[in-house]
């Protein structure tokens, strides 16, 4: 059986662009997380240690949009996965990163990450 727990539309505002007008103030990047999990265990005992704490993954990521400065979203996206990894139990997760206000004609563009645990 595979589970997920999964945080949608976080949303963040962060420096990021390659442009220097996207650079000239923080902009939104819209998020979901995806991480597959088995969940019977906290299905059983209700205990948050028996689980991936979904608050804390926001957590980290609203901080690591605060600290980032990178230009693109593959940089930024790959920076929160690495430490998705190092401060959780995960094998593997999505990410799917969205700017929704760059474009004038398109309500967002972005990109989705699948990463497995570095060996």
Known sequence: MQD????RNLEVL???GVY???RAQPQRVIMDIEVP???VAAG????????????AIVSLVE???QQNNTELLECFGQRICDEIFQ????DRLTLTLHKPDIIENVSSVGVV???TRPT
């Open 4 to 7: 997920t727990v999964f945080i």
């Open 14 to 16: 962060t420096t990021i």
């Open 20 to 22: 220097e007008f996207e």
């Open 37 to 39: 999990t088995d969940l």
């Open 44 to 55: 059983l005992n209700d205990n948050l240690n028996s689980t991936i704490d979904y608050g």
């Open 63 to 65: 901080n690591i949009a």
């Open 87 to 90: 401060h959780f139990t995960v």
């Open 113 to 115: 990450l699948r990463r």
